[in-house]
């Protein structure tokens, strides 16, 4: 599975904008699905998860109630959509998927990766 996240780009703080996360010679339906992001000079922080039906989520202290993760199967995508931005949201953001099936906040437990998408929070 190959997956690539898009959306990414400047925002102005308390802004919204939707990520997205489409998988490519493979499917992300029976896969848990992470977002993950990293700021220049930091490691790759855990954002959302879901689980592979899309029933179960969660998310990173710092997003709650700010940021909804989802997933449509039929569209072999994963989305994040984020508001209510702020200065601190600026990262690249990635996104991950686990064959187990449901979504871990470590970076080790993913088993796909692909590149990120720079969201850029500034004024």
């Known amino acids: 599975v190959q997956l690539q996240a898009f959306g990414g780009g400047l925002v102005q703080p308390g802004g919204s904008v939707k990520l997205s996360c489409v998988a490519s010679?493979?499917?992300?339906?029976?896969?848990?699905m992470g977002w993950f992001r990293q700021a220049p000079g930091n490691v790759r922080d855990f954002v959302a998860g879901?689980?592979?039906?899309?029933?179960?989520?969660e998310y990173a202290d710092s997003v709650k109630g700010r940021f909804t993760i989802s997933r449509d199967n039929a569209k072999n995508t994963v989305y994040l959509q984020m508001n209510s931005v702020n200065p601190e949201d600026t990262a690249v953001y990635y996104c991950?998927?686990?064959?187990?099936?449901?979504?871990?906040?470590?970076?080790?437990?993913?088993?796909?990766w692909g590149p990120g998408t720079l969201v850029t929070v500034s004024s």
């Open positions: 991950g998927g686990l064959r187990k099936g449901w979504s871990t906040p470590r970076v080790r437990d993913y088993d796909y």
């Open positions: 010679r493979g499917a992300v339906s029976t896969l848990g």
């Open positions: 879901i689980n592979w039906s899309g029933r179960s989520t």
